[in-house]
């Protein structure tokens, strides 16, 4: 069993940047493809970004690509997302999410397990 806890989100300015963390526990992290998602209010949870337990695939929604960066330190047994040039429409709650499979997959259904997520909010 894989415990997932998201740190990093907060209050920022449309422009700004943030760095969410995901510290994985309970499995064997490199062995993970992980991903971030997020959902706000009303609206149906959407793909983020996604990076394959082998570092040599990554997959991002177009919505944040050239804007958000995921990586991860499979020796801190960590998953980040570097969120530059924020938008207002990036407001949502973030969750990180770890399947067994190899490939930075975007459907949802097809992860494993979850964090509790981190809420991001970008004023205007």
């Known amino acids: 069993q894989v415990q997932l806890v998201e740190s990093g989100g907060g209050l920022v300015q449309a422009g700004g940047s943030l760095r969410l963390s995901c510290a994985a526990s309970?499995?064997?992290?490199?062995?993970?493809?992980m991903g971030w998602f997020r959902q706000a209010p009303g609206k149906e949870r959407e793909f983020v970004a996604a990076i394959s337990w082998r570092l040599d695939n990554t997959n991002y929604a177009d919505s944040v690509k050239g804007r958000f960066t995921i990586s991860r330190d499979n020796a801190k047994n960590t998953v980040y997302l570097q969120m530059n040039s924020l938008k207002p429409e990036d407001t949502a709650n973030y969750s990180c999410a770890a399947r067994s499979g190899r490939s930075a997959n975007e459907v949802a259904r097809m992860y494993d397990y979850w964090g509790q997520g981190t809420q991001v909010t970008v004023s205007s």
């Open positions: 309970g499995g064997t992290f490199s062995r993970y493809t």
